[in-house]
């Protein structure tokens, strides 16, 4: 399986130069924690639950850059919040929301980004069908991250986890999946149109 340039190299290609790819990556993942701090900020009512639209954001930069520079860029995103700044949901920041109960979603954002990332490098983010089963394999790793720390880090217990922590956000994720699995591919479209 080859490897392929995801959508943001094709849109903005790097130069080859080391201080202009630099430059280049940085920009794009300062960019990147900044859509993820305000996806986190918008909240969506569902019947249960407030749903953000943070884990699309997740997964469409885990898709857009790469699996290295969506890596790199949750990791900051974890960093930044780590350092006070109010990027998580909530809006909250500091170490708190890294050690209570969202530990685990928000590890799985970094994980979900890393496995979107390298899938969209094997062409998978070229099709709505297989873009669409990358973001539900990340959104799964996400889910079952946040409900494993729910069970056993925090000690809700298996059932109460799942009820809490997996079930309330599946439709969301389908949601979030369907529409991720339109945008990309269709950036791909605009980039040849633009090319040819």
Same mark, same amino acid.
């Given at each position: 399986?080859?490897?392929?340039s995801p959508? =943001?190299?094709?849109l903005w290609?790097?130069?080859?130069? @080391? &201080?202009a =790819?630099?430059?280049?990556?940085?920009? $794009?993942?300062?960019?990147g924690?900044?859509?993820?701090a *305000?996806?986190?900020?918008?909240?969506?009512? $569902? @019947?249960? !639950? @407030?749903?953000? /639209?943070?884990?699309?954001?997740?997964?469409?930069?885990?898709a857009?850059y790469?699996?290295?520079?969506?890596?790199?860029?949750?990791? /900051?995103?974890?960093?930044?919040?780590?350092?006070? $700044?109010?990027?998580?949901?909530?809006? &909250? +920041?500091?170490?708190?929301?890294?050690?209570?109960?969202?530990?685990?979603?928000?590890?799985?954002? !970094? !994980?979900?980004?890393?496995?979107?990332?390298? *899938?969209?490098?094997?062409?998978?983010?070229?099709?709505? +069908?297989?873009?669409?089963? =990358?973001?539900a #394999?990340?959104?799964? !790793?996400?889910?079952?991250m %946040?409900w494993?720390?729910?069970?056993?880090g925090? +000690?809700? %217990? #298996? %059932?109460?986890?799942?009820?809490?922590?997996?079930?309330p956000?599946?439709?969301?994720?389908?949601?979030?999946?369907? #529409?991720?699995?339109?945008?990309?591919?269709?950036?791909?479209?605009?980039? +040849?149109?633009?090319?040819?």
């Amino acid at each position: 399986m080859s490897v392929q340039s995801p959508i =943001a190299a094709v849109l903005w290609p790097s130069s080859g130069k @080391p &201080a202009a =790819a630099l430059w280049r990556a940085a920009i $794009l993942a300062v960019a990147g924690v900044v859509l993820l701090a *305000l996806s986190a900020k918008v909240n969506l009512p $569902l @019947p249960f !639950v @407030p749903m953000t /639209l943070q884990t699309l954001v997740v997964l469409m930069v885990g898709a857009a850059y790469g699996w290295r520079l969506g890596t790199a860029t949750l990791v /900051l995103y974890l960093i930044v919040g780590a350092c006070g $700044l109010p990027v998580f949901a909530g809006p &909250a +920041g500091g170490l708190k929301p890294l050690f209570g109960a969202t530990a685990g979603f928000l590890f799985g954002f !970094v !994980v979900a980004a890393f496995i979107t990332g390298w *899938l969209a490098e094997r062409g998978w983010d070229r099709s709505v +069908g297989w873009l669409f089963i =990358a973001m539900a #394999i990340g959104h799964f !790793v996400i889910l079952a991250m %946040g409900w494993a720390w729910l069970a056993f880090g925090v +000690g809700l %217990g #298996i %059932g109460k986890a799942l009820i809490v922590g997996v079930t309330p956000f599946l439709v969301g994720a389908l949601l979030k999946n369907a #529409i991720g699995a339109l945008l990309i591919p269709l950036a791909y479209g605009a980039a +040849g149109r633009r090319n040819n």
